[in-house]
């Protein structure tokens, strides 16, 4: 069976592939639908203002030197949120996944804390690290540490015994079993922990900018609604969420498919 990526048909045309077709007619679907009510009248006048409205705030957003300012600020503090997280995650999730000791004794907080909605250490961030950029790094750094830490033990107990054996005969230290054999075997589960830890970062992030703070993609966000500017607001809306995917986007070809070293060593075993 042709996979679904196959573009060329057998009288050698093209044929659009499945998948992708229904991804385009649900957005089809939902834009007719987000029309037909912003035209039905029946919300309250700009709640959700017509579709060409939203274009042309969208290419006003895009043309504003505002936009890209608040963009910069908002892309420092995410990236030093989930370097910092991440870091400290897989830190923890080393620890944890390498002694059952410490899986005993402390991973359940970690389950307990981590669906727990961040923004209500908001005000001890405040207290801690100020209303400038600190606090929204420290928000934004602990909703990712609790996805990359789970991730990474869960990952670390999934290495098959076969590489750590390998590691062993060739008497490698710590360092060398972490980045030669530890990391590559973990790829997928710590990728998808980074992803799941930015995304949750980025939400922590701008609610913090939101609550407290005159700069930045989410005081933008709050300051448009308090205008009663739907437009603007929902064009900065669908900004964010393009980047989010396409950031997503571009963690998950990092994580793609498995080391071929990995492969090598779990298939002589």
């Given at each position: 069976?042709?996979?679904?990526?196959?573009?060329?048909?057998?009288?050698?045309?093209?044929?659009?592939?499945?998948?992708?077709?229904?991804?385009?007619?649900?957005?089809?679907?939902?834009?007719?639908?987000?029309?037909?009510?912003?035209?039905?009248?029946?919300?309250?006048?700009?709640?959700?203002?017509?579709?060409?409205?939203?274009?042309?705030?969208?290419?006003?957003?895009?043309?504003?030197?505002?936009?890209?300012?608040?963009?910069?600020?908002?892309?420092?503090?995410?990236?030093?949120?989930?370097?910092?997280?991440?870091?400290?995650?897989?830190?923890?999730?080393?620890?944890?996944?390498?002694?059952?000791?410490?899986?005993?004794?402390?991973?359940?907080?970690?389950?307990?804390?981590?669906?727990?909605?961040?923004?209500i250490f908001f005000p001890i961030m405040i207290m801690w690290?100020?209303?400038?950029?600190?606090?929204?790094?420290?928000?934004?750094?602990?909703?990712?540490?609790?996805?990359?830490?789970?991730?990474?033990?869960?990952?670390?107990?999934?290495?098959?015994?076969?590489?750590?054996?390998?590691?062993?005969?060739?008497?490698?230290?710590?360092?060398?079993?972490?980045?030669?054999?530890?990391?590559?075997?973990?790829?997928?589960?710590?990728?998808?922990?980074?992803?799941?830890?930015?995304?949750?970062?980025?939400?922590?992030?701008?609610?913090?900018?939101?609550?407290?703070?005159?700069?930045?993609?989410?005081?933008?966000?709050?300051?448009?609604?308090?205008?009663?500017?739907?437009?603007?607001?929902?064009?900065?809306?669908?900004?964010?969420?393009?980047?989010?995917?396409?950031?997503?986007?571009?963690?998950?070809?990092?994580?793609?498919?498995?080391?071929?070293?990995?492969?090598?060593?779990?298939?002589?075993?």
């Amino acid at each position: 069976m042709a996979p679904l990526s196959d573009t060329s048909s057998p009288a050698g045309g093209l044929r659009m592939n499945p998948v992708l077709g229904i991804r385009l007619a649900i957005i089809v679907v939902l834009l007719c639908l987000w029309e037909i009510v912003a035209r039905s009248g029946l919300l309250y006048q700009d709640v959700v203002p017509p579709l060409p409205a939203i274009g042309r705030a969208l290419v006003a957003l895009l043309a504003s030197g505002e936009f890209y300012s608040n963009l910069t600020i908002t892309a420092y503090e995410v990236a030093l949120s989930v370097v910092i997280g991440g870091l400290l995650g897989l830190v923890v999730g080393f620890v944890l996944g390498g002694s059952l000791f410490m899986e005993v004794a402390y991973e359940r907080y970690l389950y307990y804390l981590g669906p727990t909605p961040k923004i209500i250490f908001f005000p001890i961030m405040i207290m801690w690290f100020g209303v400038g950029t600190g606090s929204k790094i420290a928000m934004g750094a602990l909703s990712c540490f609790f996805p990359v830490a789970l991730a990474t033990a869960t990952g670390m107990r999934q290495i098959a015994p076969i590489l750590i054996r390998v590691g062993h005969s060739f008497r490698a230290s710590p360092s060398q079993m972490i980045w030669k054999i530890y990391l590559p075997a973990m790829r997928a589960p710590v990728v998808n922990g980074m992803r799941l830890g930015f995304g949750i970062a980025l939400i922590g992030v701008l609610l913090a900018e939101t609550k407290l703070s005159k700069e930045g993609l989410g005081f933008l966000v709050i300051q448009n609604y308090q205008l009663f500017d739907m437009p603007a607001m929902y064009a900065l809306l669908i900004v964010i969420f393009a980047l989010a995917i396409v950031i997503n986007a571009v963690i998950s070809r990092i994580g793609g498919g498995t080391p071929k070293g990995v492969r090598n060593a779990k298939s002589s075993g």
